[in-house]
């Protein structure tokens, strides 16, 4: 005993903490400061031009504290909106439960702020938003975890069951492992829900045994994942795999575009594995997907995405069948991987540096894709001669001639009934329209 003390004074003395239960050493990230996202126009919340449009209907339902928005939740009728004025809402509890009435498309319910971007939900719980009906519609909030474990905040908004046509749009989720998570509730299924305009970040990277996945979409059909900023999921903890949003569990014709995924956006090296976008990451047992199919996706597509940064994959394909992978540009990643014999895709028009990989059986028809070339006596890639700073994320192309250069030949793009059919800068597309990468035209798109 009296040895253990001569060596805790010695620590002490030396600087050394006793014990460690410190959380994780903040993010730096080197590319921009957390919240400011402006220098990509075309993607994450945009709040003040939300601010010009929203109008106040008459029988919205004003709260000012966490009270209130408790009992307005429970409270809300169909046709409702629930406002909340500027502020902070700190809120310790399992969940935040909804109304037992249903919703319409006539009438749906919405959740949100009163001047966008400025009112916070500090949660210290498991999960908050939970939404077991269809029509919700959450916009303009900032939802941060504030839980003193990393992994008791698990998720912001959980969607589940018959909570089918939810629109989550124009908000910020700071600090949950999986921010928004997607499943079912037995034999009920949240199909044709849209997930855009948000912004998903950590402040530390996450020492959990749980998933790290911001947007996690298990069972749904029809989901559309888009415009999202999406970045710094690192994780420490268990598997150190992390991923930022996959489609997964038996999923039909889900969509991933037009988002801006950075896995690290620090000068910090971490351990672990980081992956970008995915159909099937993260694997589920074929007895727990949908109708037990024995692929965790059919039809999905992912298209017209920035991937930087990660250590990974940028885009994996895990039990994907029927597949497309489009228009992406990749840089800083291992490149695309397709695997397992379920797993036959599309891939085309894509612009990156790394592999495309077909592995464990996998199947990949391959068109147009351009993959860079290391400078051999430079020890660089050449597609840092393509573009203006693409390890910060601009893809302003250099000049006219490598534009044309990497468009020549390039496959036309796939038109999507019911989407926007834009692409990444905002651009309209038609039929005829054929570039590589996620956009034809780069006006005011980088900045």
């Not at 351990?271 to 047992?285: E, P």
């Not at 890639?381 to 001639?401: A, L, R, Y």
Request: net charge positive; proline share 5%; with cysteine.
């Amino acid at each position: 005993m009296f040895f253990t003390l001569i060596v805790l004074m010695v620590l002490v003395l030396l600087g050394a903490p006793l014990l460690s239960f410190a959380q994780p050493a903040p993010l730096h990230s080197d590319i921009l400061p957390f919240g400011e996202t402006n220098r990509w126009p075309t993607v994450g919340p945009h709040w003040p031009e939300m601010s010009a449009h929203i109008r106040r209907p008459d029988n919205a339902i004003f709260v000012s504290d966490s009270i209130m928005l408790i009992k307005a939740l429970a409270d809300v009728l169909p046709g409702q909106q629930i406002v909340l004025l500027n502020g902070d809402y700190p809120i310790s509890s399992k969940r935040l439960r909804t109304t037992k009435l249903l919703p319409t498309k006539e009438r749906p319910i919405t959740l949100r702020a009163l001047e966008p971007g400025k009112a916070t939900l500090e949660l210290d719980s498991l999960e908050g938003l939970y939404l077991n009906h269809p029509y919700w519609r959450v916009s303009g909030l900032r939802f941060v975890g504030k839980c003193k474990q990393q992994s008791r905040c698990e998720h912001a908004i959980h969607v589940v069951g018959n909570a089918s046509h939810t629109l989550i749009e124009h908000n910020e989720f700071i600090d949950f492992n999986a921010a928004i998570k997607v499943n079912r509730d037995k034999d009920a299924f949240p199909d044709h829900g849209v997930i855009r305009h948000n912004h998903f970040f950590f402040t530390a990277a996450r020492d959990v045994t749980k998933p790290v996945t911001p947007i996690n979409v298990d069972h749904g059909n029809n989901w559309l994942i888009s415009r999202n900023i999406i970045r710094d999921f690192i994780k420490l903890g268990g598997n150190q795999v992390s991923y930022g949003a996959f489609i997964k569990g038996g999923s039909i014709k889900g969509t991933i575009e037009n988002n801006l995924v950075i896995c690290n956006s620090t000068h910090q090296d971490f351990h672990g594995s980081r992956i970008g976008l995915s159909l099937g990451g993260g694997g589920m047992a074929q007895q727990h997907r949908r109708e037990e199919n024995s692929a965790e996706t059919v039809g999905a597509i992912v298209r017209s995405n920035i991937v930087i940064r990660c250590n990974d994959a940028g885009i994996y394909i895990n039990k994907g069948r029927q597949s497309t992978v489009s228009n992406n540009t990749l840089y800083g990643t291992q490149g695309i991987d397709i695997r397992y014999p379920q797993s036959d895709t599309f891939v085309a028009n894509n612009i990156l540096n790394g592999h495309i990989n077909q592995r464990d059986n996998g199947k990949a028809e391959l068109e147009a894709n351009m993959i860079s070339s290391r400078r051999f006596w430079f020890g660089k890639e050449k597609i840092d001669s393509w573009f203006v700073s693409p390890s910060s994320g601009n893809f302003s192309i250099k000049t006219e001639q490598v534009s044309q250069q990497l468009h020549l030949d390039a496959m036309p793009y796939q038109l999507l009934p019911g989407l926007e059919n834009k692409d990444f800068c905002g651009n309209s597309i038609t039929s005829t329209d054929r570039f590589r990468g996620p956009f034809k035209a780069e006006k005011d798109c980088f900045r």
